[in-house]
């Protein structure tokens, strides 16, 4: 079992910067490929960004693309989601998921808002 938990969302103006974490306890973190996903209103919940959890591949929406880097520290079991240049198209809650096998665990989400 996993839990995650992700923070560092807020409000910011367009063009700025900001830079998620989720935080894993339980075991076997490393072995997780870990992924981020957001949802805005209205919306479906939409893919944004992955790694792999050997060689830490990392896999992109093209609307994202250019603009977030996932990465992650195995040691403080944590992956992050900079995302600069950020648009008010960008606004949503942020979630983080991880899955090992057939299993996957999500985060409470946290809320991203840019202002125009």
């Known amino acids: 079992q996993v839990q995650l938990v992700e923070s560092g969302g807020g409000l910011v103006q367009a063009g700025g910067s900001l830079r998620l974490s989720c935080t894993a306890s339980?075991?076997?973190?490393?072995?997780?490929?870990m992924g981020w996903f957001r949802q805005a209103p209205g919306k479906e919940r939409e893919f944004v960004a992955r790694?792999?959890?050997?060689?830490?591949?990392?896999t992109y929406a093209d609307s994202v693309k250019g603009r977030f880097t996932i990465s992650r520290d195995i040691a403080k079991r944590t992956v992050y989601l900079q995302m600069n240049s950020l648009k008010p198209e960008d606004t949503a809650v942020y979630y983080c998921?991880?899955?090992?096998?057939?299993?996957?665990?999500w985060g409470q989400g946290t809320q991203v808002t840019v202002s125009s």
């Open positions: 339980g075991s076997a973190f490393s072995s997780y490929n």
């Open positions: 998921k991880g899955t090992y096998g057939p299993s996957s665990y």
């Open positions: 790694i792999t959890w050997n060689y830490g591949i990392t």
